[in-house]
């Protein structure tokens, strides 16, 4: 198969290097180049100085609209509202979008929605196949318990993590939600301060802990009387999420458009 051109929009951030570093790497794919915000201070610089692969002749921009209109496919980890331009453009473009941006919200997916009536998009809270195995089981694991079965859903990243709960734990409660029949959102509980009163049967609660280095560490607890399963995850790179994404890319290449997800680019459907 013919080799797949693949950009990076926010390349200089600490996973637009490591996307770009995983680009490079893989047989088939060649890094197209990459974007970042309005008045940074990579802007102008040569992509391969930037993520440490060497001089590229490519260099960071913070104008998608190109990138867009030449690469096959174009990997996107940078936030809702950059999220929601880039998916416009893939749809000008009919190019490949891989979203691994966390925090999105309604407004945020309809416009992904919108935009895969004209290009394939691929949409993951979580790249790494390890995850989506446990999100796998979760929804599994779910079905088989009953409602005397509390789930609790805790996580941890680092210290400058932006955004609560992860994508990844609202994958976990969304697979969880989906085991019993029903919508996360009539069963999450993100958070419980002061006097709030016992636990309600059969909602989903989450807990986000913030510290350190930590790339991502998930637990799903499934609490009964004197008994409990656990189902955990632990990242230790973000190569991981790196390699889900461009196998993602990979897959979608030549696809009708649509709204995908991990479980389409797994196999798992």
Not at 163 to 190: C, H, M, N, V, Y
């Amino acid at each position: 198969m013919a080799e797949i051109s693949i950009g990076v929009v926010g390349i200089g951030g600490r996973m637009g290097i490591t996307l770009a570093r995983q680009v490079a790497g893989t047989p088939g794919c060649r890094l197209a180049g990459g974007t970042e915000r309005p008045g940074s201070p990579m802007l102008g610089r040569d992509i391969g100085e930037v993520t440490g692969l060497g001089p590229l002749g490519l260099k960071v921009s913070d104008d998608a609209l190109p990138l867009f209109a030449q690469a096959d496919a174009v990997i996107d980890f940078t936030s809702p509202a950059a999220t929601r331009h880039h998916a416009q453009l893939a749809a000008q473009g009919k190019t490949v979008l891989v979203i691994g941006t966390t925090g999105l919200e309604e407004e945020h997916f309809a416009a992904l929605r919108e935009a895969a009536r004209h290009a394939p998009i691929v949409q993951g809270y979580n790249m790494s196949l390890g995850v989506n195995l446990v999100a796998g089981l979760v929804r599994q694991v779910a079905g088989l318990l009953d409602a005397e079965w509390d789930i609790e859903i805790v996580e941890m990243h680092h210290r400058m993590k932006v955004d609560a709960p992860s994508g990844t734990a609202i994958l976990f409660g969304e697979k969880a939600a989906q085991g019993r029949g029903r919508e996360l959102a009539d069963l999450a509980d993100r958070g419980r301060d002061g006097v709030c009163g016992p636990r309600q049967k059969g909602d989903i609660g989450f807990a986000s802990l913030r510290g350190g280095n930590v790339v991502g560490e998930h637990t799903v607890i499934f609490a009964a009387d004197n008994e409990r399963v656990e189902l955990s995850h632990k990242a230790a790179d973000r190569g991981i999420f790196a390699r889900g994404a461009v196998q993602a890319a990979l897959w979608a290449r030549g696809k009708a458009p649509g709204l995908y997800d991990m479980d389409d680019v797994l196999g798992f459907r």
